[in-house]
């Protein structure tokens, strides 16, 4: 699987918002930010539900892949997707371990595990597990 997902019951915006404060909780900052909606109306006149991407990065992280493999970069940020269901707002979060075993280096598929841990912990806290 390429990502994983939370689901959470609050209006949209308020989930972006709670979305960029866990990630910068774990180190990341968030460098680039894509309206994919806002976009499609403008380019294409087409409505859809709000998605926006948000790319993310943990630089000390990311420093450490682009040391080791220069062309790791093709596959960085690590792109968090927040996108309005229904009644619902899902948070998608590219997993990064699957991206990075592309290179095919045990050092950078080590860093990929360490950043998915990161964005786990993310998306633990937007929507902890829930005690059965």
């Known amino acids: 699987m390429y990502f994983f997902s939370v689901t959470l019951r609050l209006p949209y915006d308020e989930a972006v918002e709670r979305t960029k404060s866990a990630l910068a909780d774990e180190g990341f900052g968030v460098l680039t930010e894509i309206d994919v909606a806002a976009t499609m109306k ?3 006149n087409e409505d859809m539900p709000a998605y926006r991407i948000l790319g ?9 892949a682009v040391i080791a493999e220069p062309t790791i970069g093709a596959l960085l940020p690590c792109n968090v997707v927040v996108r309005q269901d229904d009644d ?3 948070v998608d979060f ?36 829930v005690d059965a």
């Open 94 to 129: 590219m997993d990064p371990a699957a991206a990075m075993d592309l290179a095919q280096s045990p050092e950078i598929s080590e860093l990929g595990r360490e950043v998915r841990r990161k964005l786990e912990k993310v998306a633990h806290s937007l929507a902890p597990p």
């Open 42 to 44: 403008a380019k294409l």
């Open 56 to 64: 993310a990065c943990n630089p000390p992280l990311a420093h450490k």
């Open 88 to 90: 619902q707002v899902i």
